[in-house]
């Protein structure tokens, strides 16, 4: 189905609808497959210091995910061109969804860390495979404003099912959310009759694999530069309740940088299908190491606040602008590699920041810590800079 805009001279102009069924289901599968992980990345840390496991073991917990979602992201270009997108889908969230019963049953350490890896793996297709099929389904003069859309879709489980696994918790006890965290993300099977099991007929799903892509400056340096940015993300994640005392102020900051991410993001798909997503990059990477930079100024409420809304709106329009230019640079049929690169940009860079930040603050204190990490950002911003030559897809 199509709609209709009117031009300044009168001429009407049609344009496709841009969210049609099939990104509709896209987006209510991801909606729901995250909400099942965001319902539990604080909970199952704080169930296995419960069991005893201490901070040690909560670490292990969350190091478990994102090893096996990082391996998966590594790998799915070459399942996505053997299976195809909806069989691969459908088994990332039976991983995602089943494996969050057997907590029920234990709190020992072993239990946690198998349930871990196994959704990990869970993790990395839920994030991978619908990124890439928004691309693919999206018209492709409204892609960033798609992908904008789908960053709401994808951001409001981290601001919404976070804080809320965390009180469940607290108010009913952990079985309830490892019940309610599976059932959400096994709803989203509902969702993938309606989706299309591959991207471009005809054409190899495998054509762009990880090494090309890895040796591609055109998709390496909007990754990296992407990647930096991350790397704050998951620091404010692990270390912002520590470093601000005031536990009101610690979780009001927590919710307004995703928020602020969020909008940020779906603004910028808009503005980049009208003037282009290249001139974003750079400038939404130096907002974002601006951001944390005012950082240096913890436990000072207000810096903390103009820093959660800096960064998160940097952070938001470095995620659609850096996506969006990759998958210009890519055909059709290496989007899956294209979406499986940024979000190992996501998650290592997630991960590498919470270990850095870790040694540095034992070190340097937070202050000093978070400065660093703002010249390190800054450092990214080259990357952002730099094009390649003029030619088809270019901006």
């Known amino acids: 189905m199509s709609e209709s805009s009117r031009r300044g001279d009168g001429v009407r102009e049609a344009r496709p609808r841009l969210v049609g069924r099939r990104l509709a289901l896209l987006f209510a599968a991801t909606f729901l497959s995250l909400t099942g992980v965001f319902l539990l990345l604080s909970v199952v840390p704080m169930y296995a210091v419960d069991g005893g496991a201490g901070q040690a073991g909560a670490g292990l917990a969350t190091g478990s995910l994102m090893l096996t979602t990082v391996l998966t992201e ?4 070459r399942l996505l061109s053997r299976f195809g997108y909806v069989p691969v889908l459908a088994a990332g969230l039976l991983l995602l969804g089943l494996p969050a019963l057997a907590l029920t049953a234990s709190s020992g350490m072993p239990m946690i860390i198998a349930v871990s ?41 981290a601001v919404l099912a976070l804080p809320l696994g965390v009180w469940l918790a607290g108010q009913v006890g952990y079985p309830p959310v490892f019940v309610a965290a599976s059932v959400t993300s096994l709803a989203a099977l509902a969702a993938l009759p309606g989706l299309p099991r591959r991207l471009a007929s005809g054409a190899a799903q495998g054509s ?39 536990a009101g102020v610690a979780a009001t900051a927590l919710f307004v940088q ?68 990759m998958y210009e ?18 998650d290592g860079g997630m991960g590498a920041g ?32 730099r094009r390649r030559a003029a030619g ?4």
């Open 354 to 385: 919470g270990v850095a930040f870790g040694l540095a603050v034992a070190h340097t204190g937070y202050p000093a810590a978070f400065a660093l990490t703002a010249a390190a950002i800054f450092l990214s911003v080259p990357l952002a800079l």
């Open 208 to 246: 762009l694999g990880m090494l090309a892509a890895l040796r591609s400056p055109d998709l390496l340096r909007p990754a990296a530069a992407f990647a930096s940015t991350a790397m704050a993300a998951g620091i404010l994640i692990t270390f912002l309740p520590e470093a601000v005392p005031a």
């Open 392 to 395: 088809p897809g270019a901006r």
């Open 329 to 346: 640079r890519a055909p059709v049929s290496g989007y899956g590699t294209v979406s499986a690169l940024w979000n190992i940009g996501y």
């Open 74 to 77: 590594l790998a799915l270009p």
């Open 117 to 157: 890896l196994l959704r990990g793996v869970g993790f990395g297709i839920a994030v991978v495979v619908p990124n890439a099929l928004v691309a693919a389904l999206a018209p492709a003069d409204r892609r960033g404003e798609a992908l904008g859309l789908f960053g709401l879709t994808a951001g409001l489980p």
């Open 258 to 325: 995703p928020a602020a991410t969020t909008l940020a993001r779906w603004q910028a798909g808009r503005f980049g299908d009208r003037h282009g997503s290249a001139r974003l990059l750079a400038p939404a990477v130096a907002l974002s190491a601006a951001g944390i930079a005012l950082l240096a100024l913890v436990p000072h409420p207000a810096a903390v606040f103009a820093s959660m809304v800096l960064f998160g709106a940097g952070f938001g329009v470095t995620q659609n602008a850096s996506l969006a230019l």
